[in-house]
């Protein structure tokens, strides 16, 4: 690495530019990549011409993700482990946390059905105060999450890879004691990585585990939810609303029953928008840039065996 700063190049040229200038502030030199020790990558979906460039240039050491979310490029990650790699892992994690508040009480008081309404109706509600909540996905979402939902008393389960101990959280339960985590629960919000365990993990049998009058709140991936078990589980289960950020399929079409439920919220994955991500993401960069430079440990590490 020069003296003068590391010479690192934004690529696809064009495609989310201001990241140019993020990597500058951080002290980089911007370069071509023929030229570059550290690339920041810009698109959310190219697989194929990233691994193109990773080929063509073998001298590049690290490499920065745009986003938190890296499923398009897990196996070019793996292909080239012995890269340095890192996301935008908890870049976003405070507009996505404020969006699974605004959905999980806007569920359990009925604020779904009642928005939809166009005469009075009767009573509905469930208290988020003193709830039995569950957070599935143990990272910055949960962390802010948790934040948020201190003044609510909640008690709050977190389900994540590697138990240990969250501000916040009541316990904190590994992956294999999801069961146990979600019987009993008032609310459960999805908040973790998509790999091929996480895939499907929340199906018709794990909903009839939750409390009578249960919200389900999805901001990580539509995945990880059998999109076909939500109806049955509101209409005979369990389940008394779902709050999703995303779908699968996603986009949701147009004239799927999940429209046409009062019970149901879907937002177009806005729970980051451009106008709240453009910032954060420059920050990140700017402050990795800054650190690779020093020598010290980067923001959000991907860890190629676990894919996320």
Known sequence: MSAAGPRVTVQPAGVRGFLAEAAAAGGGRVVDPKDAEALVWTEVEDADGLAELLDAQPQLGWIQLPFAGIEPYVDVVRAHADRTWSCGKGVYAEPVAEHALALLLAGRRGLDRFA?????????????????????????????????????????????????????????????????????????????????????????????????????????????VVTDDLIPALDDGPLASVGVDVTDPEPLPDGHPLWDRPDV????????????????????????????????????????????
């Open 116 to 224: 939809r309404r166009q005469g009075w109706s009767r009573q509905y509600g469930h208290n988020l105060l003193r709830a039995n909540v569950t957070i599935v996905g143990g990272g910055g979402i949960a962390e802010s999450l948790l934040r948020l939902l201190g003044p609510f008393g909640c008690e709050v389960t977190v389900v994540r890879t590697t138990p240990r101990p969250m501000d916040g959280a009541a316990r904190v339960l590994a992956s294999d004691q999801l069961d146990e985590a979600l019987a009993g629960a008032d609310a459960v919000v999805l908040a973790l990585p998509l790999v091929a365990e996480t895939t499907g993990l929340i199906d018709r049998r794990r909903l009839d585990l939750l409390a009578p009058g249960a919200a389900l709140v999805n901001v990580a991936r539509g995945a990880h």
């Open 265 to 308: 919220i879907v937002t177009p994955h806005t729970a980051n928008t451009a106008e709240m991500a453009l910032p954060l993401l420059s920050a990140r960069v700017t402050e990795n840039v800054r650190r690779y430079a020093a020598g010290e440990p980067l923001l959000g590490p991907v860890d190629p065996a676990l894919g996320y």
